[in-house]
């Protein structure tokens, strides 16, 4: 183990933190990501900005709240202002690049404001994020806007216009018919795809020819997985490895649409979370989900072999996470975005190759960790400047290299604009009009809802979050200190953007110095 020289950023979509054997799952066996935990540190409470893929990716990828920096949804731009992780490790020579996933949307209007062209190298950089991609694959893209994936599907036999739709999330049925797996009821059947032409595959396979292609030369790879989320259609043996009965628990009860709030219960009102709550449904998603993620735990080994056979594992920054979790039918609710634990709490696990790391190799901290602490953790692991009037995170070098550190964060906040979402429409809201902020502490778990009553969440004595206190008398105490955190956390947002803090302090109260004298008797 040696000196930081590159990082390797990994991301999986749509990954519980509960669905890894180091995490206590007890059927779910992920040997590669516990070896790597083994090496490092894992987080347990590490939580994302927002439970919608885009702006937590946002909030990774710059060190910034959702609030911050703006990219609200998945088809909100994040603006040209905002630096990214290419625009702090770049200019120190380091090679950005991405295989797989983003949700980075293109700025067009300050594209067009700034006149930068189409078809520029800056202005292919600037619409992927700052990131060099070497493939970018986000899943479904129309015929003849595909990522390099289609065409290497075509070389390998799957002759299609579309042969993401037509192979890699669709079965063949008992009776010889295609079944598309954006119906959920038919993810127990394998994908057309074989397993060695899987994107999971195929992605690992690409970092792979990227480290090989950089040799000693320093990079960060952002290898972002399109998987575990749906569709859940996982190719053989991958799709049946798993049955009923290795399944967690659900985490649901009748009492929970008692009395429901109204932005909750319009979301139960979507096709999603309708369809996960058919008593038929997880037991027939959360195997595929589970196959699914035990396939890149797979493809991972193989990836952390070639690092060590090449010797990359000796000085590379590793980090280990997700965009958000799933709901899989908890809550009666499908897919993410609520402020629950099983959508905001991630897998985050940061293996630093320095030797001042060794003495906490294989621990586990239980402090919060924030996705906004990626960044930081970054810059200062490389020696680079950290940009503290942007970025809102903490590093976490001092608690890898088992340094003593100051006050630690005793909450942890997250986002939410509903306002692309069907919710909105049956709450007859505004777009203007569909925020919600959480922050979280060690015991409560609070909801501000604009427009509507709070939302509040008694951890210690209720930690499958079953019970809304958010009406009750009683905690009218406890909503009132956690508003005030609020208030607290929504004062101290960076907005100083264009100057750092060396550049006020060389500039205060020295007018005299440049010839001005104002207010002199």
């Known amino acids: 183990m040696g000196k930081v020289r590159n990082v390797l950023f990994i991301m999986c979509d749509q990954l519980r933190a509960d669905h890894l054997s180091c995490a206590g799952h007890p059927h779910l066996q992920t ?26 990716r946002m909030s990774y990828y710059t060190g910034r709240y959702m609030f911050s920096h703006g990219a609200t949804w998945n088809r909100v731009p994040l603006s040209l202002r905002e630096k990214t992780i290419g625009d702090f490790l770049a200019p120190a020579g380091i090679k950005v690049a991405l295989a797989g996933k983003t949700h980075v949307m293109p700025d067009l209007e300050g594209l067009e404001r700034y006149g930068i062209e189409g078809g520029s190298a800056l202005d292919a950089l600037l619409r992927a994020g700052r990131f060099e991609e070497i493939d970018r694959y986000d899943g479904h893209h129309p015929p003849g806007k595909e990522s390099g994936y289609a065409d290497y599907l075509r070389k390998n036999g799957y002759n299609s216009n579309d042969p993401w739709s037509d192979y890699v999330i669709a079965a ?8 598309s797996g954006w119906n959920m009821r038919n993810v127990h059947f394998p994908a057309r795809v074989k397993e060695e032409h899987s994107e999971t595959a ?22 972002s997985y399109v998987k575990p989320h749906w569709p859940y259609m996982a190719p053989a043996p991958y799709h049946n490895m798993y049955g009923v009965a290795d399944m967690l628990p659900l985490n649901r009860d009748e009492q929970e649409r008692t009395d429901e709030h109204p932005v909750l219960a319009a979301y139960r009102e979507h096709e999603e979370s309708i369809s996960f709550s ?14 699914l993620i035990r396939q890149i735990d797979d493809w991972l080994g193989r990836l952390f072999a070639h690092m060590e056979s090449s010797g990359r594992l000796d000085d590379t920054l ?42 906490t190799r294989g621990s586990v901290d239980e402090r919060f960790a924030e996705a906004i602490d990626v960044v930081p953790t970054m810059l200062e692991a490389l020696g680079l400047p950290p940009n503290d009037h942007l970025v809102e995170g903490r ?18 906040f997250s986002e939410l604009d509903y306002s692309f979402r069907e919710a909105r429409l049956l709450l007859k809201r505004k777009p203007s009009e569909c925020r919600a902020i959480m922050v979280r502490t060690d015991r409560w778990k609070y909801v501000w809802w604009q427009d509507f009553r709070p939302m509040l969440f008694d951890l210690a004595n209720d930690p499958q979050e079953r019970r809304d206190l958010g009406a009750y008398e009683a905690y009218a105490h406890v909503r009132r200190e956690m508003e005030g955190r609020l208030d607290a956390w929504l004062k101290a947002r960076k907005t100083r953007v264009t100057v750092d803090d060396a550049y006020v ?7 005299k110095k440049h010839g001005i004298f104002f207010g002199v008797w």
């Open 395 to 412: 590093s976490l070098l001092p608690l890898l290299r088992g340094g003593k550190t100051e006050t630690w964060r005793d909450a942890v």
């Open 318 to 359: 590793i980090f280990f996470t997700a965009d958000h979790g799933d709901f899989l039918g908890d809550h009666w609710l499908g897919e993410k975005e609520m402020f629950y634990e099983e959508a905001l709490r991630v897998p985050f696990i940061v293996v630093d190759p320095a030797p001042e790391a060794d003495l």
């Open 202 to 223: 195929y992605m690992t396979r690409e970092a792979m020819r990227f480290m090989d292609e950089q040799g000693d030369k320093p990079w960060c790879l952002h290898l």
């Open 505 to 511: 302090e060389a500039r205060t109260a020295t007018h």
């Open 172 to 179: 063949d049925g008992p009776n010889g018919d295609k079944l």
């Open 31 to 56: 040997p590669a990501i516990d070896a790597l935990a083994a090496r490092g540190v894992r987080f347990p409470r590490a939580y994302v900005q927002s439970g919608v893929c885009g702006p937590s």
């Open 278 to 291: 058919r008593p038929e449904a997880p037991g027939i998603v959360r195997p595929a989900y589970m196959g």
